[in-house]
Nanobody, 123 residues
């Protein structure tokens, strides 16, 4: 059983920065960040595996950085140059299985999800 607790969401102005955290209990292999804006489908943002290999959706490349502190079993998402279109509820997801990379940013990547943390970016 894996439990995930996100934190770090806030309201910021455009071009600002935020760092999201996701504290995990239990073994995880793949971990990922997703987001969901009102009336939109859940979207994969970034993923990372236990070897540190990362994957990003195109719209955040160069602005967001996913990382993991294995000692603390905590996942991070550093978000820079934020835009109003980044406004969404951000969710942490994780799975102990060896999930293929093509699945990392798809909602069915993972069996475990956090409750979400809200990010609001104003122009």
């Amino acid at each position: 059983q894996v439990q995930l607790v996100e934190s770090g969401g806030a309201s910021v102005q455009a071009v600002g920065s935020l760092r999201l955290s996701c504290a995990a209990s239990g073994y995880t292999n793949i971990m990922a960040w997703f987001r969901q804006a009102p009336a939109k489908e859940r979207e994969g943002v970034a993923g990372i595996d236990s070897a540190g290999v990362t994957k990003y959706t195109e719209s955040v490349k160069g602005r967001f950085t996913i990382s993991k502190d294995n000692a603390k079993n905590t996942l991070y998402l550093q978000m820079d140059s934020l835009k109003p279109e980044d406004t969404a509820m951000y969710y942490c997801a994780a799975d102990p299985r060896d999930v293929p990379s093509w699945l990392w940013l798809m909602p069915n990547c993972c069996n475990y999800w956090g409750q979400g943390t809200q990010v609001t970016v104003s122009s």
